[in-house]
């Protein structure tokens, strides 16, 4: 069994800064690619920032420069650092992890998301 658990969101000006974390626990036995998604109301879910193992990153075109996404391989723990929030960054965020489990079934894990609202 493996659970990603999300922390960080809330509510901002625009203008500030958030830190997501999303912690992956459980039959762990290695994770590749982490991700960050999120989705707005009326909208599909779109793919914010992803990060291998290995840490090489890629970025949606609308957070490049104000978003980073990083991560702790030993703590299971992906972060995503967000400067200049604006309005339209309003949405829930989901992290994302492509894990293999001590059993070696290799499958893709959601977290619950969490709610960031920017708004003045």
């Known amino acids: 069994q493996v659970q990603l658990v999300e922390s960080g969101g809330g509510l901002v000006q625009p203008g500030g800064s958030l830190r997501l974390s999303c912690a992956a626990s459980?039959?762990?036995?290695?994770?590749?690619?982490m991700a960050w998604y999120r989705q707005a109301p009326g909208k599909q879910r779109e793919l914010v920032a992803a990060?291998?193992?290995?840490?090489?990153?890629n970025y949606a075109d609308l957070v490049k420069g104000r978003f980073t996404i990083s991560r702790d391989n030993a703590k299971n723990t992906v972060y995503l650092q967000m400067n200049s929030l604006k309005p339209e960054d309003t949405a829930v965020y989901y992290c994302?992890?492509?894990?293999?489990?001590?059993?070696?079934?290799?499958?893709?894990?959601w977290g619950q998301g969490t709610q960031v609202t920017v708004s003045s």
């Open positions: 459980g039959s762990i036995f290695s994770i590749n690619t």
């Open positions: 994302n992890a492509d894990i293999v489990i001590v059993s070696g079934l290799r499958r893709t894990y």
């Open positions: 990060i291998t193992s290995g840490g090489s990153t």
